[in-house]
């Protein structure tokens, strides 16, 4: 079996977005991604909305924390994805760099974070189903 491809999702509180895309990416694509998050200003806390809308897609991320780029254990990655922070988020090495301009649910209601959810799971999904098929191509 190939290798995993490390991924990285990054969000300034590292709280919602970036949270939501790691554990869709480790349950979607655990044969094949390793994902991490984290956040330029981490909030140090998992938004407990996030927590309960990937609890309703059958996934728990409460085990998941917030955290800044100096706590990850890995420093480079396959692809790093922005989550809309653009200029806000270092550059950190990766072999590919990809922006997902997806808003922040922060503040708004349960129902928007559904939104949000259903918009990265798609996004991971689609990822997954593109690359994976290049990678064995390769």
């Known amino acids: 079996m190939p290798q995993k491809k490390k991924v990285l999702f990054v969000c300034i509180e590292n709280a919602c977005r970036s949270q939501i895309a790691e ?3 480790n349950y979607l694509g655990k044969d094949i991604l390793e994902a991490y998050s984290a956040g330029s200003k981490p909030s140090g806390k998992v938004n407990p909305y996030a927590i309960e809308v990937m609890r309703e897609a059958g996934i728990d ?3 998941q924390s917030s955290k800044g780029f100096d706590e990850l254990a890995v420093k480079e990655f396959d ?3 922005t989550m809309g922070c653009r200029d806000v988020c270092p550059f950190l090495p990766a072999d590919k760099h990809i922006e997902w301009n997806i808003e922040d649910p922060k503040g708004k ?3 928007f974070f559904r939104k949000i959810r259903d918009q990265i799971k798609t996004k ?6 593109r690359e ?4 064995k191509d390769i």
């Open 79 to 81: 692809y790093v994805f």
């Open 23 to 25: 554990g869709f990416a």
């Open 124 to 129: 991971i999904i689609d990822f997954i189903n």
């Open 109 to 111: 209601d349960i129902s």
């Open 61 to 63: 991320i409460s085990g």
């Open 132 to 135: 994976a098929k290049a990678w």
